[in-house]
């Protein structure tokens, strides 16, 4: 006899989606793949190497526009800034995946491993079907950070892919632009790989890294450069 789940359990998953994470342990890579949960001593090192190499441009599918996955992705923060509110779920990974399908470049990637969320999916799917890296990034690039959320509750600095957004453009010192949803709505943020714990330049005051996670308890907050976990090119 097949059970029925509960109503109330079918309303409270919206709320499981809205930190685009889920809160089980890290997960181990072996042979390009996630297996399975791995202790907090072994996690890979945030900012570290790839944690696993690309398969680049598997699929015909992500031929598509760079141009238009940019436009589209700075469309949104528009309507955002004019109270207009798209239709799309309402975290990091929401975004990216509204962006690139109103771009006419759908992301695909299911949970397949225990403790996945939909960032490790895109990350995934960005090894089979886009080019994983951690320099040159391009407009139109999907950018990666580990260690935005304190997922499992451990005080350790161990949650893998917990923020995702979109490239929108690169300026001449070498700091990026991406477009991503911290809150209620899509906002620009910025992320300099040169100079990653500062905020600001000590010079000319120019903004560097904005903060992707404010300290709490004694603990420093975290700058977009400093939870740095990868690009994906996913257009040819």
């Known amino acids: 006899m097949t059970k029925r789940i509960p109503i109330f359990i079918l309303s409270c998953l919206p ?14 890579f072996e042979h390009g793949m996630w297996v399975k949960p791995i202790s907090n001593g072994i ?19 992500m031929k598509g526009s760079p141009e238009r996955i940019v436009q589209t992705a700075s469309q949104f923060v528009q309507k955002a800034n004019g ?15 509204a962006i690139f399908k109103n771009a006419g470049t759908p992301l695909g990637g299911s949970a397949v491993y225990t403790g996945e969320n939909d960032v490790s999916v895109l990350y995934r799917y960005a090894q089979r079907n886009g080019k994983l890296h951690r320099h040159a990034p391009k407009p139109g690039d999907l950018v990666f950070f580990d260690n ?6 451990d005080g350790e ?6 923020h995702i957004g979109v490239v929108e453009s690169i300026q001449n010192d070498g700091t990026v632009i ?12 910025r992320m300099n790989l040169h100079h990653p714990q500062l905020s600001q330049s000590p010079k000319t005051g120019k903004r560097l890294n904005h ?12 700058t977009a450069g400093s939870l740095f976990a990868g690009f994906a090119t996913m257009t040819l």
């Open 83 to 97: 109270k207009k509110n798209p239709n799309y779920r309402k975290d990091c990974s929401g975004l990216t995946r």
């Open 43 to 61: 996690a890979p090192k945030p900012g570290g190497p790839l944690r696993f190499s690309s398969f680049p441009f598997s699929s015909p599918q």
């Open 157 to 162: 600095q161990n949650d893998l892919l917990t």
């Open 148 to 153: 935005t959320l304190e997922l499992n509750r």
């Open 178 to 189: 991406f477009i991503h949803q911290l809150g209620p709505r899509p906002v620009r943020a």
């Open 15 to 28: 709320l499981l989606l809205l930190a685009c994470t889920s809160s089980r342990a890290p997960m181990q």
């Open 211 to 222: 903060i992707l996670r404010r300290g709490k308890k004694g603990e420093k907050s975290k």
